[in-house]
């Protein structure tokens, strides 16, 4: 082949990528896909380096994925004037996420903590390692990856198919759920329409999955299996859970010396998912302990009408009008119960 | 910055066209020196500084060797470059190594000893930019190559940032005169370029990262006992993901500089398809080996003292070539294991030397499927090596070689269905392309098929990148 033949393959290898990716583009448009960005460290990254906003321009969340579903960020902001930045993670445990932000001197802001009893009170690696590894990544960052995340925010706000969790080769190799051999550990897939992330860091289920209730089911399936491999687990030590309590309690009080502020709020489940958690964690030995260990203010979703009877479409988060009723509830709570204030609540 | 980043390609776009303004040929090494500066402060800004002082001590430093005619005021002045390098890489590199296994000595002879856990952090590519400059200063009390005439041109030849953080170890004949006279890439050049730019960042993020590092990473960070399957299919998993890892940056660093009108010297020469160890060490990580045989085999010896001596040399070698790659006995294990394959190798083949003629050589000669099963044979051995090179400590190499042969009474299945097939897949795949490839060049190829069906393979290679979607892992030769 000639040099003038590499051109030529250099040409037809743009001309096909172009048409492809545009191709691909308008077929999941056309499908209804939205953007939905990557959740992964360095989004979050993004976020935790807004921790240090004036106390009255900013609310910081941590948690597991109840909260990310169920606040509303444009509600939020728009009701309070200031921002909700969103640290929560999903399937994980707050705690290191919370040691994080007490072990920083210059975060001295208001702190909402979402408490998923079966997240928020264990000491599972596969729950701590997300947070772990993100509170590492945001510390470690290098200017190059700040400037990755730019360029790939700026690619990722233009193009669907930039999606790793829903299309990414392995995602879709993931997909095939092909059946492995017995003894083998799978974990579980979340149909797409389940989680979309928005760039602050809210996730909702999209119209379709508000109306398969197939998909639905489906999710409700994924609970189940969490659930049947969490069987014959031996309870928690108590020495274990007091421990827990007394972390909690130091960086409450480490956040609370610096003049800033902790709230901890239990979001709404429902069905038999909301039984269930009754009963593996009765809420006088954990939730109102833990008010009772930290000295912190609480709103827990059934001691307030406004917001106790929601009916989730998988059992454990809300739906995205839900979302926008418990947000603007939740904000009157807050300002009217709580005595918080905000720019636009004074 | 990582190759495989938006972040590098941005740069590389405003490098390639800075480079191609009208500017003088000295602008433009300005141009590319701040850019390679740029490049690595973009991991750690501070440690530019023990950049700029291995610069500037080994230019001076190199420079007085050369024109020093004073025997031991020679040696002194190597003595000091000698100390300023690999006392720079010792302090960083093996610091905390020196440490815990001087307590373990302490607290093993008696003594409570337990001074405060250091926190050292590795500076990015100390351990290629250290072996770059030590070849300078060798080189110039050797008198083997003339010193470098013009700082810039030492500080581009140590900083240029295509082969800065790993490699090609570069040697300063192969690199300085490149400077010395305006480069800029012919169209083919740059086409040539992209080409081996797009390869390296697939095998990177396609093949390593998303089709083998997930299987490798499960099976050396479980805790338990393996089924034989799960624990070859994850020491097969990571013998390709390391390849196409570091196969990949030094394609991609190649690519780079010929985009720039320069070329780097060859890292990788289908290193699967070796028949025996010395083969190997021919074509795997080529300029570490040629630098490990001609500034440590050779001065201890070489095969020049007899074979005892020999046999030392090449065993010391391949210890402090284990030692260079991490500060870890489990990798003066690894090298030591290739240091034993290469003496039972060199004993065999002198054995047969010693009895046969030329006549004999020519006639035995094996078949093409012979030197295929020699080839298989060498690739499973090294995949026995590369147990102790990926296993943090000798209590994970030893369970992983006890699942793989079968000791595990009780192994657990850990990988899916899904990550088998990616292994089956790559490998065999990885196997028959090293082997057909074996004696050719991949530009060459390149060159023989028609327009249409290169166009296909490079479109494929640039979709598959943009659907993985797996940018920015860092390389796993940035911790060496």
């Not at chain 1, 460290?41 to 900013?58: C, F, H, N, Q, T």
């Not at chain 1, 969490?226 to 014959?232: L, W």
């Not at chain 2, 400059?133 to 030492?154: A, G, H, N, Q, W």
């Not at chain 2, 002198?350 to 078949?367: F, H, I, K, L």
């Amino acid at each position: 082949m000639l040099q003038k033949s590499i051109s030529k393959a250099a040409l037809f290898m743009v001309a096909l990528v172009v048409l492809t990716t545009i191709g691909i583009e308008i077929y999941l448009r056309t499908h209804g896909v939205e953007i939905s960005y990557d959740d992964g460290p360095p989004l979050w990254s993004d976020k935790r380096a807004m921790v240090y906003e004036p106390v009255d321009k900013s609310v910081v969340f941590i948690g597991s994925s109840r909260i990310k579903y169920d606040l509303d960020i444009p509600s939020w902001e728009s009701l309070t004037g200031c921002h909700a930045v969103q640290l929560a993670i999903e399937g994980s445990c707050p705690r290191p996420a919370l040691e994080d932000l007490a072990n920083d001197p210059a975060f001295k802001g208001r702190l909402i903590v979402d408490v998923t009893e079966g997240l928020f009170f264990s000491n599972a690696p596969s729950n701590l390692e997300s947070p772990s590894s993100n509170v590492k990544y945001f510390h470690d960052r290098t200017p190059a990856q700040r400037a990755s995340f730019e360029l790939n925010r700026l690619l990722e706000s233009q193009l669907v198919l930039l999606d790793k969790e829903g299309f990414s080769l392995n995602a879709r190799l993931d997909a095939l759920e092909l059946p492995s051999r017995p003894g083998v550990f799978m974990m579980p897939i979340f149909p797409l329409d389940f989680g979309r992330g928005t760039f602050e860091r809210q996730q909702y289920m999209t119209p379709r999955f508000m109306a398969d209730t197939t998909l639905q089911q489906k999710v409700i399936g994924v609970w189940n299996f969490f659930r049947e491999a969490g069987k014959g687990r031996p309870p928690m030590p108590a020495e274990a859970l007091a421990a827990i309590f007394q972390s909690v309690k130091d960086a409450t009080d480490k956040i609370k010396a610096r003049g800033g502020e902790v709230l901890f709020v239990r979001t709404p489940s429902s069905g038999p998912f909301w039984m269930g958690e009754q009963k593996s964690f009765p809420r006088e030995k954990y939730w109102e302990h833990l008010l009772a260990v930290t000295g912190c203010e609480g709103i827990h979703f059934a001691d307030y009408p406004a917001i106790d009877h929601f009916v989730c479409p998988e059992l454990s988060h809300l739906s995205p009008t839900d979302a926008v009723v418990f947000t603007r509830h939740f904000v009157d709570i807050l300002h009217q119960e709580k005595g918080w204030k905000f720019p636009k609540l004074p | 910055m990582v190759f495989n980043s938006y972040t590098f390609i941005a740069f590389l776009a405003v490098i390639l066209v800075l480079h191609n303004l009208p500017f003088s040929w000295k602008t433009k090494k300005v141009n590319l020196l701040l850019a390679s500066y740029i490049f690595y402060a973009a991991w750690n800004p501070p440690f530019i500084l023990l950049l700029w002082l291995s610069t500037v001590v080994d230019f001076f430093v190199g420079r007085a060797l050369y024109t020093q005619e004073d025997p031991t005021k020679k040696k002194l002045l190597l003595i000091v470059s000698l100390i300023g390098n690999l006392g720079m890489l010792c302090f960083f590199k093996y610091g905390t190594f020196f440490l815990e296994n001087f307590v373990a000595f302490t607290n093993a002879i008696g003594i409570d000893f337990h001074p405060a856990e250091p926190n050292i952090i590795l500076p990015a590519g100390i351990s290629f930019y250290t072996f770059t400059t030590l070849c300078y200063t060798i080189d110039m009390y050797r008198k083997e190559s003339k010193p470098v005439k013009s700082m810039l041109d030492f500080s581009l030849f140590v900083t240029f940032f295509p082969h800065l953080v790993a490699g090609p170890i570069v040697r300063p004949p192969q690199l300085v005169p490149q400077f010395e006279n305006p480069h800029a890439a012919t169209q083919k050049q740059m086409l040539d370029g992209l080409l081996l730019l797009s390869l390296g960042l697939f095998m990177k993020v396609v093949l390593a990262d998303g089709m083998l590092a997930g299987s490798a990473d499960a099976v050396f960070n479980s805790t338990d006992m393996l089924t034989a399957l799960d624990a070859w299919s994850g020491v097969f998993a990571f013998s390709g993901q390391i390849f196409f890892d570091f196969a990949g940056y030094s394609t991609c660093a190649i690519g780079v500089a010929l985009c720039l009108g320069f070329v780097l010297p060859q890292n990788f020469n289908y290193p699967y398809a070796a028949i025996g160890f010395s083969d190997f060490w021919k074509r795997w990580h080529i300029t570490l080996s040629a630098w490990l045989r001609d500034y440590l085999y050779i001065p201890l010896g070489g095969n020049r003292n007899g074979v005892r001596r020999m046999y030392f040399a090449l065993m010391l070698t391949m210890l402090l070539g284990g030692l260079w790659h991490g500060a870890n006995w489990t990798f003066v294990v690894w090298g030591g294991l290739h240091g034993l394959y290469l003496w039972v190798e060199k004993f065999v083949k002198d054995g047969r030397a010693a009895n046969a003629t030329e006549e004999d050589v020519v006639a035995n000669m094996p078949s093409q499927w012979v030197r295929f099963l020699y080839a298989l044979l060498t690739f499973m051995l090294i995949n026995i090596t590369w147990v102790f090179f990926r296993s943090g400590t000798f209590a994970k190499a030893w369970q992983m070689l006890e699942s793989m042969f079968g000791m595990a009474t009780e192994g657990k299945a850990l990988l899916t269905s899904i990550a088998l097939l990616k292994i089956v897949i790559v490998i065999p795949a990885m196997v028959m392309a090293h082997w057909l490839m074996r004696d050719k060049k991949v530009l060459d190829v390149a060159y023989q098929v028609s327009w249409w069906k290169l166009g296909l393979v490079w479109s494929a290679m640039i979709l598959l990148l943009i659907w993985a979607q797996e940018s920015s892992s860092s390389f796993i030769y940035f911790q060496f």
